[in-house]
């Protein structure tokens, strides 16, 4: 029998208690290595060149070079997966940078008050460092993303969009693909930590033709415009007379996830019907799958992010395997793909 393959991982945290702390936690899982720590990005460059870890958790503010600095460094090909440990407080724009350029997931740890609750995180942070360990590696530089011109609108009034592990680099694909006269509204649950949603949607806003914001109560949903669930909480779709609008409900997660991709499609088919179109991009799980049903059931459709572009072909698959997907598409042509599907 072939033996099983273990993940191995480099530490990156210039707190040394942290780099203690983060070894102790990760060597609790016999599917994890931990073969290494640097105490700054330099050194991390060194380790990774040296060790060729598969997985790096990587503190973003460190001296020398910091995290974002080590993932401009990283090549194309190659690279081991990124895991960032961040205080969301303090370093939430860093935090959504780092994972728009390509860091697979992010664990909110604590204040630097509080090191100690390091420890609380344990089962968080082995879930996502061997769920990194477990996904797509880059295999060269991403395809080009050409903007997408409008099209004639058509029956659908509102695109939901759900996504996880690898979601804010899938997003900013996507959205940025956009055309600005976009005929409909699009609703967004993304499976992050909260503190960190409103940093993504300032910068997403600043980067796409399509106006990005974080979802508060009552806000409209209207053509050409994105909302984003805000982290920690469900996105609720009402129909409030002509408008569609934003409930934010702060109850327990579905399925371990909140914002839920689930709740979110569920209720835009209940507000809307059929004019409702669902995207499924990258992500571990199966969040989405009965939220597509959902779909299904009032005619509308859903589209799925295919599995060459995904770094976790999860949710997407999910849903392909429920028979549940009209149509998939590499994140590079997601927007085509919404734009003739409308």
């Known amino acids: 029998m072939t033996a099983r393959r273990t993940t191995r991982v480099l530490v990156v945290d210039d707190s040394a208690f942290a780099r203690k702390v983060l070894r102790e936690t990760l060597s609790t899982s016999a599917d994890l290595e931990v073969v290494g720590a640097a105490r700054d990005g330099l050194e991390a460059l060194e380790k990774i060149a040296e060790l060729k870890p598969d997985v790096v958790t990587l503190d973003l503010i460190m001296p020398n070079l910091d995290g974002i600095g080590v993932l401009r ?163 609720r779709i009402r129909v409030s007379g002509p408008d569609l609008t934003a409930h934010l409900d702060e109850t327990a997660p579905r399925s371990g996830f909140c914002p839920s991709v689930d709740v979110l499609f569920q209720s835009a088919a209940e507000a809307v019907g059929s004019a409702v179109l669902g995207v499924v991009l990258t992500g571990m799980g199966s969040d989405g799958v009965e939220g597509a049903r959902a779909i299904d059931r009032v005619h509308g459709r859903t589209l799925t992010e295919s599995e060459e572009s995904c770094v976790v072909y999860g949710m997407p698959r999910a849903v392909v395997e429920a028979n549940l997907s009209a149509g998939q598409a590499p994140i590079e042509d997601m927007a085509r793909k919404i734009v003739e599907s409308l």
Do not use: W
Request: hydrophobic share 45%.
């Open 73 to 235: 460094a990283l090549p194309p090909v190659g690279a081991p997966r990124v895991v960032v440990v961040s205080i969301s407080d303090e370093n939430s724009v860093l935090g959504i940078e780092a994972l728009q350029m390509g860091a697979v997931d992010i664990v909110q740890k604590p204040t630097a008050l509080a090191t100690d609750r390091l420890y609380e995180l344990s089962g968080e942070l082995v879930a996502k460092v061997l769920a990194a360990g477990a996904s797509r590696p880059r295999l060269g530089e991403l395809p080009a993303v050409r903007p997408v011109p409008r099209r004639a609108g058509g029956r659908t009034r509102l695109v939901v969009v759900g996504a996880s592990t690898g979601g804010p680099q899938a997003l900013t694909r996507l959205l940025t693909a956009l055309p600005a006269d976009l005929p409909c509204a699009i609703a967004i649950a993304l499976h992050i930590p909260p503190g960190y949603t409103e940093a993504l949607a300032r910068r997403l806003d600043q980067a796409c033709a399509v106006g990005v914001f974080e979802a508060s109560p009552g806000a409209k949903l209207v053509p050409g415009q994105v909302m984003i669930a805000r982290g920690g909480t469900h996105l």
